[in-house]
């Protein structure tokens, strides 16, 4: 009994000692909450003698998230999106979609679940995190693959995000045409200071206020929970299948996000994302050390090779349609890392003006990451 309540307390408040301490510290911020929550929910699982609860709490948080994260996504504002940037947006999905096919063909024998994991990826590199860890509890992945394949990503996307704000515009800006502001710019600064503030984290001070502020989201996530349940016993006859149960949070938080006044509920994408930090801190307390063998390093070779490959592709792939290439870059970057990480790109670049696009195809990308992920894990399984 003691255990379970120490894990309760764990879940509901480590995330929130991580966020501070990221928010503190360069360093920790440079390894983000999720992973902070990972570790210190690792550390602990030695000190708790019973950690069987932590699956269970797990399980619940990620269906949570989904629709609290999606219901700020202001998908109407693709309108204002430049042609040039919703087609190198489109062609990144194809690019991710390739490579993850090439990545089965080479490492399908020497990776357990590379099928799955590939759906993961997919996910991740055109959605993020969350879609990553909604896939891979819709495809029924074991908690310890969830952990290996989320760090894995963080090195290589550590890697790579050091050469975004180093090397890749210089080297994007070689192969493809200059930005022209007047063909490629999505202007709208109202809209983007909106989306900015949803989106961007920023210190919100813990209060009586802020929780009834978010109350109203968190009691509609509940019901999409609760709706996406029986859809799934009509349809599978379980109300446990949880690829039916992961993409219904998913298509009710989409269809929620077009109503202006759930839109406007402040606080529901940081909520959302809370909701995946207790998920880490969970999935670290049930972690087991002996999965880490030979085959780890070569899931961190898969990561890469689709990490890399899918940039590079896009890059390829992009030069036909004569798309520039801060918009090329600035795409690809929401599609890898999602909206949080557009501003530092676009200062990197020195170019303001394509905030708006990044932002707006981060919001896209996470709409779709779980359609995307669970789709082709399915397609892999039928074909290879």
């Known amino acids: 009994m003691l255990s379970i309540v120490i894990i309760i307390l764990m879940v509901l408040f480590v995330p929130r000692l991580m966020v501070l301490l990221s928010d503190r510290f360069k360093f920790l911020n440079m390894l983000g909450p999720v992973f902070l929550c990972y570790i210190i929910g690792f550390a ?134 200059k930005f022209d502001p007047g063909r490629n710019a999505a202007k709208d600064e109202s809209l983007e200071g909106a989306l900015g503030a949803k989106f961007i984290a920023k210190k919100v001070p813990f209060s009586l206020k802020m929780l009834l502020e978010r109350l109203p989201s968190f009691l509609l996530a509940i019901a999409s929970v609760g709706a996406s349940l029986g859809a799934s016993y009509i349809i599978t006859g379980s109300f446990t299948n949880m690829m039916v149960v992961m993409l219904g949070v ?32 969970a999935i670290g307390l049930t972690f087991d050390l002996s999965m880490v063998d030979l085959s780890s390093l070569m899931l961190l070779l898969m990561v890469a090779f689709v990490q890399f490959g899918s940039v590079l592709l896009h890059m390829l792939l992009v030069k036909p349609f004569k798309i520039d290439a801060d918009t090329a870059l600035i795409t690809s970057t929401a599609g890898i890392y ?28 996470i709409a779709l990451g779980n359609y995307l992920g669970i789709g082709i894990a399915t397609l892999f399984k039928l074909i290879f």
Request: glycine share 10%; charged share 10%; with cysteine.
């Open 44 to 177: 602990a699982s030695f000190l708790i003698e019973d950690t069987s609860i932590a699956t269970t709490v797990a399980e619940v948080c990620v269906p949570v998230a989904i629709p609290l994260i999606l219901f700020s996504a202001d998908l109407s504002s693709l309108r204002r999106l430049a042609r040039p940037a919703l087609t190198s947006f489109l062609v990144l999905i194809v690019a991710v979609g390739l490579v993850c096919a090439a990545a089965m063909l080479i490492f399908g024998n020497v990776v357990a679940l590379a099928g799955d994991i590939n759906g993961m990826l997919m996910g991740v590199y055109v959605g993020g995190t969350p879609n990553l860890i909604a896939i891979g509890l819709a495809l029924g992945v074991s908690e310890d693959t969830y952990m290996l394949v989320n760090t894995c990503d963080m090195i290589v996307g550590g890697i790579y995000f050091l050469l975004i704000l180093t090397v890749m515009p210089r080297l994007f800006r070689s192969f493809l045409p």
């Open 250 to 281: 998913t298509t009710c938080g989409v269809a929620l996000s077009f109503v202006k006044r759930v839109r406007a509920i402040p606080g529901s994408y940081v909520a959302g994302q809370y909701f995946i930090y207790m998920f880490s801190v």
């Open 338 to 365: 999602g909206p949080a990480f557009i501003p530092p790109v676009a200062n990197a670049m020195k170019n303001k003006e394509i905030i708006l696009t990044g932002l707006v195809c981060g919001i896209l990308g």
